[in-house]
């Protein structure tokens, strides 16, 4: 975690003045050596929801020593150009992608949960290696997609205040929650903007507390240990699926193919324990992954996105596999969206993963068209 006043910096302002302040900070900085082994493809930023602008983010990666890093906020890649720049300033190379929910209804898995604690039949897709050229293109496609997830948003606000409404709470979407987001930029507004719009609010209503005589820095730990918390108890509870907004898998891979750039699937696995704290002990993909490998091959997805710390050994054994039987690209990254976490990734280590690290480097050169 970089120190609070220079995080900061690093988030205030319009994209020219962070990335100002980045140049400034990286002079003053005594970065750590780079591991090699060290890749991180999946890192979102508060263009979707983090603690981390695109300028705070790569910081980050490189004050923990990273070698590469990578963008995938939901929805939205109105961060990348940033992230692009931000790069350079450091002195790192990036890759840039999204992530974004896909309809699974013109498949056999349509009435089956996959990688999507909230809503099966709806699935979480990544689109790595975004060429540079085509930014504009993919997040104006995605606009419409914006549009009606705020919708829904909207909606699920006033469930929000259904509930909660015995403490007091009634939350305005333009008020509380969109001047948390990035929206007015072209980021997304997610669940957790949603959670943290809540979590604020039953603070000051002295409904929730966070720890007394805290640092500023601790406080802000806190709120998001909160809104982690408040995600897995409330959102269920509130959550409107997600229909129209969505697009087709054969649309998505339509579209990752006009516009260049490698499509995943991102695979869960059963989880029993949450690392972040906001999922809970819950079945997934497992019980038929060798169905859906067979589905997305077909579709013509050609790449896995998995987080070795969240999966057991036999998890990862069975997934890299078939990964290796269908021909399917593995790439890996943490799902970064907390200052608790790390950006490193421990596991990365291991001899096994070693193709992790040189297929970070193949999403670089297809980025740039090498």
């Not at 918390?229 to 699926?241: A, N, Q």
């Not at 710390?309 to 021909?327: F, P």
């Amino acid at each position: 975690m970089i120190d609070l006043t220079l995080l900061k910096s690093l988030n205030e302002g319009t994209e020219d003045e962070r990335l100002a302040a980045l140049t400034r900070a990286t002079a003053r900085a005594e970065f750590p050596p780079v591991d090699p082994r060290m890749v991180n493809n999946h890192i979102h930023t508060n263009y979707s929801f983090s603690p981390y602008s695109p300028s705070a983010a790569v910081y980050a990666a490189r004050a923990e020593g990273l070698a590469t890093c990578g963008i995938v906020d939901h929805d939205s890649i109105g961060g990348a150009r940033e992230f692009i720049e931000a790069g350079k300033i450091v002195g790192i190379p990036t890759t840039i992608g999204i992530e974004t929910r896909v309809s699974f209804a013109e498949t056999p898995l349509k009435d089956r949960r996959t990688n999507n604690p909230d809503q099966i039949g709806n699935s979480y897709m990544v689109m790595h290696a975004l060429p540079h050229d085509k930014i504009e293109l993919v997040q104006a496609y995605f606009a419409p997609v914006r549009e009606k997830r705020n919708a829904r948003n909207r909606k699920m606000i006033e469930k929000i205040n259904d509930l909660y409404a015995a403490d007091g709470v009634n939350l305005d979407f333009d008020r509380d929650v969109l001047p948390l987001s990035q929206a007015a930029h072209g980021g997304s507004v997610t669940e957790r903007h949603l959670m943290l719009a809540l979590a604020r609010q039953l603070i000051k209503l002295g409904k929730a507390s966070l720890p007394e005589y805290a640092s500023e820095l601790e406080t802000m730990f806190a709120e998001y240990d909160l809104v982690g918390t408040l995600k897995k108890d409330c959102i269920p509870k509130v959550f409107i699926p997600a229909t129209d907004e969505c697009p087709t898998l054969s649309e998505i891979v339509r579209f990752a193919g006009e516009v260049g750039c490698i499509l995943a699937y991102a695979y869960l696995g059963d989880v029993t324990s949450s690392v972040t704290g906001d999922k809970k002990a819950q079945k997934f993909e497992d019980d038929y992954l060798d169905e859906l490998f067979a589905v997305i091959d077909k579709a013509g997805i050609r790449a896995v996105t998995y987080m070795p710390t969240r999966n057991s050994q036999a998890q990862i054994e069975r997934l890299r596999n078939l990964c290796d039987r269908y021909g399917m690209q593995q790439i890996t990254g943490e799902d970064i969206n907390s200052p608790r976490q790390s950006f490193i990734i421990e596991k990365m280590k291991e001899e096994q993963f070693s193709n992790l690290i040189e297929s970070t480097w193949s999403l670089i050169r297809h980025e740039n068209g090498e």
